[in-house]
């Protein structure tokens, strides 16, 4: 809706208060400085829309000396005796005439401000009004219409000039003086906000506006009325998010017009708003349903402030591209009907983890055709993940952890072929399987942890060459561990907490840092090239622990190791514990070894290690001689291990 529309919506309650208003300040207005005006007129425009439905408030009567009254009084007389005389003459000339029906009832019809009823109507639909000639226009509104665009029951575009009280012809004159750009602009915020702009963010950024000099003028509409549009509701954004206290808040509600120079504001060649990116920068409060006035806006990046409330509804009337509200403390309903209606072909990202947002994913998730990046992790949704969502075939990240989902995964995702990121972890009430094939074989990590798993591993895991990140930990998952010799990417493995039996899997992958594969069932000896830096240069964390593995501990004396825990505590390894020299495994922090079936006494090397380096902290061996006897498995020296155990069970002697 264009200036002029919004403007010949104002009802005629709306009209008789402005006319009297304006005629009211007329007389000083002339007189008053350039700031004076400027604040009344925004004050005044203010009561304009606040009182709106009360009662016509009249003109105050004009204060006259005596003097003035006297000759006034005298003028009066005089003229009534020529008034008198001219009556006379043209009585004596002219014959009396007598108005028709007709004419009685238009007349009578106009003065109550009805309008006379015809066949013909105009192409709105609405009939046709009186219109009754006066031959020279008062010095007040009259009920009666004149041949001038005037007072008319259906109000003109804009006022008459002032401080002129003949009304003017052109009413455009009015709309360039400093009143009428007051006016207009306040007319846009109307538009924008509804008649009561009196919340406090409104307020302020009218007054802002209002203030500016020179006054923005959007007396033609289309681009000034545009761009004084996107300048009150980025201003309306400023003050409801507390703009003063953002940590860079460059250029903003500042003297510069021109809201493109605005810190994290992008535009377009024809300066009109497509994104706000103020990720990080302290906002806090809500966010304003204005936002939604700018129509070209589709990027709205707030990633990391402390905006609360909901997001308006009216948001999602807009064509949204890129939407990311993560970690911030939003509550609600984040799936409106109206994001898949105006955003299925448009939104790329939807970005809104760490909130509070409640409900349900809707089925009709699947209509966002063009979505790449679906991230709602750590809110409070529920339900289940729909399986329409496998119909968006260009989604490249789903990440959804730590909400209260239920059910199982739907196995259509596993078949997206753009698919690089699932995180999905800390989902507590699903349960159920991972498909039999992983099809996406483009997948960078893959995260389900802790979030009720169950039967086999995919028979095709080794084949995700990809695959850098595997966290499958913390679940109910049965069966062998595939060989991931072919995923030569692998940095990050985790299946422990499970309850998986067979040999550990083959490795080969030289980015390798992070294994876990204890608390299963596995089997069968240690990988022998486990330590070596040439096959896992960068292996720093290895834990092993509480399975059934067997066989000797392999060689950990490597120089230029980045080993710092080494876990083998609670299996059925056997054979001496190796030693280490004083330059190799620089980095050892932890080697846990107890509760096994080691022989021999821990190697002084470990030892003297132990006191050279001070993070060496925590060596834990079966020192402690079982019950009924008084030597132990492992003999340690004084002083170097931490922690003793028993161990033995289960060993063969």
């Not at 709309?175 to 009428?180: I, Q």
Request: charged fraction near 25%.
């Amino acid at each position: 809706m264009n200036l002029f529309e919004t403007m010949k919506t104002f009802d005629k309650t709306f009209l008789a208060v402005a006319t009297s208003m304006l005629f009211s300040v007329a007389i000083a207005y002339e007189n008053s400085n350039f700031s004076k005006r400027k604040v009344d007129s925004f004050q005044l425009l203010r009561k304009r829309f606040v009182k709106s439905n009360k009662a016509i408030v009249q003109p105050p009567p004009t204060v006259k000396s005596k003097k003035s009254k006297k000759m006034k009084s005298e003028k009066s007389k005089e003229m009534k005796s020529k008034k008198s005389k001219s009556e006379k003459v043209k009585s004596s000339k002219m014959p009396k005439t007598q108005k028709s029906k007709s004419q009685k009832s238009q007349s009578k019809s106009c003065k109550s401000g009805k309008s006379q009823k015809s066949g013909k109507s105009d192409k709105s639909g609405k009939s046709e009004k009186c219109n009754t000639t006066s031959k020279s226009p008062s010095r007040s509104p009259t009920k009666g219409l004149s041949s001038n665009p005037t007072i008319s029951q259906k109000p003109s575009v804009f006022p008459t000039d002032l401080p002129t009280l003949q009304p003017s012809s052109t009413p455009t004159a009015f709309c360039f003086s400093e009143r009428g750009r007051i006016e207009t602009i306040t007319a846009v915020a109307v538009s924008i906000s509804g008649a009561d702009v009196t919340g406090i963010p409104q307020v302020e950024a009218l007054k802002w506006i209002t203030n500016l000099d020179p006054l923005p003028n959007v007396c033609d509409g289309g681009e000034e009325q545009t761009e004084v549009s996107q300048m009150y509701v980025l201003a309306v954004f400023y003050y409801s998010t507390s703009g003063d206290d953002w940590n860079d808040n460059s250029m903003w509600v500042e003297q510069n017009q021109n809201v493109c120079d605005w810190y994290g504001i992008e535009c377009n060649s024809n300066r009109n708003v497509l994104g706000i990116k103020l990720e990080e920068n302290n906002l806090v409060g809500e966010l304003p349903q204005e936002l939604a006035s700018i129509s070209t806006l589709s990027n709205i990046l707030l990633f990391s402030n402390e905006l609360n409330g909901f997001v308006p509804d009216e948001i999602f009337s807009l064509e949204l591209g890129k939407f990311d509200v993560e970690e911030n403390m939003l509550s609600g309903d984040i799936f409106p009907d109206k994001l898949f209606v105006n955003s299925a072909e448009t939104v790329v990202d939807y970005l809104v983890s760490k909130n509070n947002f409640t409900g349900t994913i809707p089925t009709d998730v699947g209509k966002l055709l063009k979505l790449e990046s679906f991230w709602v992790a750590d809110n409070d949704l529920t339900g289940t993940i729909p399986s329409e969502l496998a119909n968006v075939k260009g989604l490249k990240t789903l990440i959804v952890y730590e909400n209260s989902f239920t059910g199982s995964f739907p196995p259509g995702l596993f078949l997206l072929e753009d698919l690089t990121i699932i995180k999905a972890s800390n989902n507590t009430l699903m349960k159920g399987p991972l498909p039999k094939n992983i099809d996406s074989k483009k997948l960078v990590k893959l995260e389900i942890d802790n979030s009720g798993l169950t039967g086999n591993l995919p028979t095709n895991l080794g084949d995700l060459t990809s695959l850098q990140v595997l966290f499958l930990e913390n679940n109910s998952l049965t069966g062998t561990i595939p060989d991931l010799d072919d995923m030569r990417k692998l940095a990050n493995v985790t299946f422990n907490d499970n309850e998986l039996t067979g040999s550990m899997p083959k490795l080969n992958s030289k980015s390798l840092m992070y294994l876990d594969f204890s608390d299963n069932k596995l089997s069968g000896p240690i990988l022998e090239n486990i330590f070596q830096v040439s096959s896992f240069p960068v292996l720093s964390i290895l834990y092993l622990s509480n399975n059934t593995l067997t066989g000797p501990i392999p060689s950990w004396d490597v120089a230029e190791s980045n080993l710092k825990d080494i876990w083998l505590e609670r299996n059925q390894l056997t054979g001496a514990i190796p030693g280490i020299s004083s330059d190799n495994l620089p980095e050892i922090t932890e080697i846990l070894i107890s509760d096994n079936c080691l022989t021999g006494s821990v190697p002084d090397s470990i030892c003297i290690k132990r006191e050279e380096y001070l993070d060496f902290k925590s060596l834990h061996v079966d020192c402690q001689p079982p019950k009924g006897s008084d030597t132990p498995r492992n003999q340690c020296a004084k002083d170097c291990c931490t922690s003793c155990f028993v161990g033995g069970v289960g060993c063969s002697e």
